[in-house]
């Protein structure tokens, strides 16, 4: 089973609303991570959870923020965000090794952002 | 930081054609992932390439990673209406890094 799941599919939001976007993995992956990708361009790397702590911030504002509650278990906590905030949020998961060839990343279907 | 180039941005092709996308990091990686994403769709993980000159095959497509480890590429021989999508490749740096430095992505588009 390579499923990482992703709840809700489409969030449409105003700007002062508060939401959070949800990701599940049974695959016992360790890592997880958050990406934004905007349309016909690559993944961006926005957070790291390795064994449930935080390891990458890649500099994202503070209206995103993070949570892992268990090794299962990703969340991304949205507050205040902008228009261009709109986008598709994906997670992924991964082994958390140490040795090369175990690091293969997973991705859900994503969640598509719409902030007016 | 570590840059991944990949060309072409878009490739357009007969059914039938054969169709290549090459990636090349300004680093030596650790290894290299190739995803397909489908038009409103999500990276799907395709492969991943570890050692230095390594050659893979999947039925019609053919993955290789550079003897140097720094350039791959992804040839696809004989189109079909369902390769369609937009291929990337995203490197590792190290042993360990949690960090994938995706390439742009090639789209391709499939004439029938």
């Known amino acids: 089973d390579t499923e990482v799941t992703q709840t809700p599919k489409h969030l449409v939001m105003g700007m002062t609303n508060k939401k959070s976007l949800k990701c599940e993995q049974h695959?016992?992956?360790?890592?997880m991570y958050w990406y934004k990708q905007k349309a016909k361009k690559p993944p961006e790397l926005m957070f790291v959870y390795s064994y449930e702590k935080l390891s990458i911030n890649e500099s994202v504002p503070s209206r995103f923020s993070p949570e892992c509650p268990n090794s299962s278990l990703l969340n991304l906590h949205l507050h205040a965000l902008q228009p261009e905030d709109s986008a598709l949020y994906l997670c992924a998961s991964s082994q958390a090794d140490r040795w090369g060839d175990r690091e293969t990343q997973y991705f859900g279907p994503g969640t598509r952002l719409l902030v007016l | 930081g570590q840059q991944v180039m990949q060309i072409p941005q878009y490739q357009h092709v007969q059914e039938g054609e054969d169709f290549t996308t090459y990636c090349n990091s300004s680093t030596t990686l650790s290894n290299i992932q190739w995803y397909k994403q489908r038009p409103g769709g999500h990276p799907v993980f395709l492969i991943q390439?570890?050692?230095?000159?390594e050659v893979k095959k999947q039925k019609r497509l053919t993955f290789q990673f550079g003897e140097a480890k720094k350039n791959s590429s992804l040839h696809i021989t004989a189109t079909q209406t369902t390769d369609v999508g937009t291929y990337f490749c995203?490197?590792?740096?190290?042993?360990?890094?949690?960090?994938?430095?995706f390439g742009k992505g090639t789209k391709l588009s499939v004439i029938p």
């Open positions: 695959m016992g992956h360790r890592a």
């Open positions: 390439l570890v050692k230095s000159g």
């Open positions: 995203a490197g590792l740096s190290g042993a360990g890094s949690y960090q994938l430095t």
